[in-house]
């Protein structure tokens, strides 16, 4: 089944929801990644409806996609989030985030992001370290407060995913190993300022089957039961994200067969469930929206050059990613084969790729083309190389659009660089 989404053509024009492609883009100006409101909230309400029955606490990964609005418009859906830094502490406060719904893992927590989670108040921390449950436990105490922990695994399975996004395999820097874990269970009692409450699994990004995950399952709930003979109080068992998306031919899990999957599993194991979605939520409800700056042949080679690079989506170069992209105009067929072509941005990297040997039709300059299934990894993995402007954000809901985040200008690319006078005249 290919998961909806509200990108769709009218009369040959690429339209968000109601509104047309280049409406936008004549306002704004390119690149802009643009998100479909109803997509956002229609696969948060599927996962929310095929676990109905275990009314989990359904927690969006920030870092997917950590813009305001965004964030905002999830957590008025009944969202929870899933933080990774004290940055994304912050935003998630700012959004308007219940600190009981937030949840934070990172193999890296400071002393002041532990802290300011813990005066914050924030649902649980997924610990992976034996030094960080300590560390946990002794900033709890000097505030003589309780943290909720959960014991992120590393379940060692293969999550048949890209290398760069595969979490829970046993050479992975995430979790602690199902041994350790348990003797932290037996020795729960030992630290007063934390309850071992759960078992977190994240195996991975861009799971298509069900099966890692049963396996997660199966080698975390070998981990709860031995903890719960030691008396821990384990009630929690957090699945983590990684639902995959079609960004090409993949053929996805729906939210319903991997309830179907699982559900068995947290029952036996009377459990009470989290999830971590970012991709699955945010992926397909965004577009990134560039302008052809020239067509240029070389060596029997045809490329259109665009104005959004790698600084602005990273994936292609990153992890080799797939991106479907498609003229937001009317396709014109090109004569004799000659419309394929490599869609490069304007960095001084060859990686800088978007797309390699698409048949797009005939390309001139000016026309637009959208990078589709960008919302998730895209617009948050965005930086200033090459002086490059991040760009411009906006939401689309029925027949209305804002913008969410202004198009940042040359003056933001110096604002934190100080040239100091005594070193440098
Ligand atoms: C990245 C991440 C997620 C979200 O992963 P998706 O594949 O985008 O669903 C969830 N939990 C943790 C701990 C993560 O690091």
Sequence with gaps: ???????????????????????????????????????????LQKLQQAFAILRPLICFSVKANGN????????????????????????????????SRIVFASVGKSDEEIDASLAAGIFCFNVESEPELEAINRLARRRKTLARVALRINPDVEAHTHHYIATGKKESKFGIDPKTAVKMLRRHAQL??????????????????????????????????????????????????????????????T????????????????????LEPGRFIVGNAGVLVTEVLYIKQAYGKQFAVVDA????????????????????????????GQGRYDVVGPICESA?????????????????LAVLGAGAYGSTMASNYNGRLRPAEVLVRGTRWAIIRRR??????????????????
């Excluded at 292609?316 to 090109?334: D, F, M, N, S």
């Excluded at 040359?410 to 005249?425: E, G, K, N, S, W």
Aim: glycine letters at 10%.
């Design 68 to 99: 305001l609005a965004i964030l905002r418009l999830l957590v008025q859906q009944g969202a929870g989030l899933d933080i990774v830094s004290g940055g994304e502490l912050y935003k998630a406060l700012q959004a308007g985030c219940p600190p």
């Design 309 to 336: 690079g790698m600084n602005d989506l990273l994936r292609p170069a990153l992890y080799g990613a797939y991106h479907e992209v498609i003229p937001t105009g009317r396709v014109t067929a090109a004569r004799n």
């Design 192 to 253: 007063p300022g934390v309850r071992i409450a759960g078992i977190h699994l994240h195996i991975g990004s861009q799971i298509t089957q069900a099966k890692p995950f049963v396996q997660a399952i199966q080698r975390g709930g070998e981990v709860i039961r031995q903890g719960r003979a030691f008396g821990a109080p384990l009630e929690y068992l957090n699945l983590g994200g990684g639902l995959g998306i079609i960004y090409k031919d993949e053929q996805p899990q």
């Design 255 to 274: 939210p319903q067969q991997f309830a179907k999957a699982v559900l068995p599993l947290l029952h036996q194991l009377q459990v009470r469930l989290i």
């Design 1 to 43: 089944m290919r998961y909806p989404h509200d990108f769709h053509r009218v009369n040959g024009a690429l339209y968000c929801e109601q509104v047309p492609i280049a409406r936008i883009t004549a306002a704004v100006g390119t690149p802009v990644y643009i998100y479909s409101h109803r997509t956002l909230v229609e696969h």
């Design 408 to 425: 940042e200008t040359v003056a933001d690319l110096v604002r934190h660089d100080v040239v100091p006078h005594q070193l440098i005249r």
């Design 352 to 368: 800088d790729v978007l797309a390699r040997d698409r048949a797009l039709g005939r390309l001139g300059s000016g026309q637009q």
